[in-house]
């Protein structure tokens, strides 16, 4: 089976440049439109589409080359396979340049590790812990405990099923329930495993230590390789016992007070002060980023102010950040002094005269 760099004619290690200028002379010499009653044209067109979807893009050219080519092409098979209906169709990669596509999501067999993150923390490196539960085999009795004789369930006797009476008003009622101890059998291992309790299994929990790039975004996945910092026995472990399958880390944000999230922007609310919507002034905003001193201008009227690109990390194809909104609120005083109330009363009273 060749590999897509083979079917481009390019090196594993060549350029973004190299591949688009070979998908392009590729292209044109093997588009349907040349013989379109050819269908080894159209195969080949599509193989060669193909590739190039993969290797032209950053992220699935790494996958790709972590997974292999075999194992790629498992994972990704209903993708490859919307590739080559375009090309089939006619649509060629290179017509549709800079058009954004979707973050691909982590390989659909693939075991995910949840890593929560702060707002705060997408925005730079950061170390964190994960924690991954597995079941394995009972060390004890080597996961034989379904072989082990089994006796009729003392609780529902063989049958599988309890009885349960209910007396209500002098009337006695009976429903049957499944027996909770034999699990609906109506057997139940002659002895039990002392340390899996007869299940077979027990749990295995991992603890690994983490660490991921600044610039992160919510449901962003890392192959655990490329990120773990300990817990090497996991991956040899692993690897051992089936090559074929990947781990991956995905991002999970946590909600943070104060702030609403929709999509990638964010909105919070600000009290201010009357003189200060009305006169001006600098005032403090709180940001993910921490407190940023805005300019109020004098005799504010928009009550929502907008902060370009202080949201949440946009994914790679998306570029950017999201932007915060800030929702302005009168602060209503309280409890005013006599002096206050006094200088209240005169500025009132200045502006019925000009008024």
Known sequence: MRTYYEILGVSPDASQKEIKAAYRKLAKKYHPDTSPQSEEITKKFQEISEAYSVLSDKEKRRQYNYMGHSAYKNSYHSTHTSAASHAKDGHCGACSEGRQEEDEGPPEKSIRIAVWLDLEETLHPVRKTAIYTERIPCPHCQGEQANIPSTECPDCHGTGRKVQYQTQWGHTTSTKTFCSRCKGTGKVPAQRCPQCNGLGYVEKTWTFHVRLPGGTYEREFFF????????????????????SRLYVVIILLKEKEGYHRQGFHL??????????????????????????????????????????????????KMGGRGDQYVRLHIQIPQNLSDLQKSTLEAFRNAMNVHS
Request: glycine share 8%; charged share 25%; no cysteine.
């Open 224 to 243: 655990l390789e490329d990120v773990l910092e300990n817990e090497t026995d996991f991956i040899n472990i692993h690897r051992e016992k089936d090559p």
């Open 267 to 316: 909105y919070t609310d600000l009290d201010i002060d009357f003189p200060t919507l009305v006169l001006g002034g600098t005032i403090p905003i709180p940001t993910i980023e921490g407190t940023l001193l805005y300019d109020l201008p004098p005799g504010m009227q928009n009550q929502k102010l907008r902060l370009i690109n202080r949201g949440l990390i946009r994914p790679n």
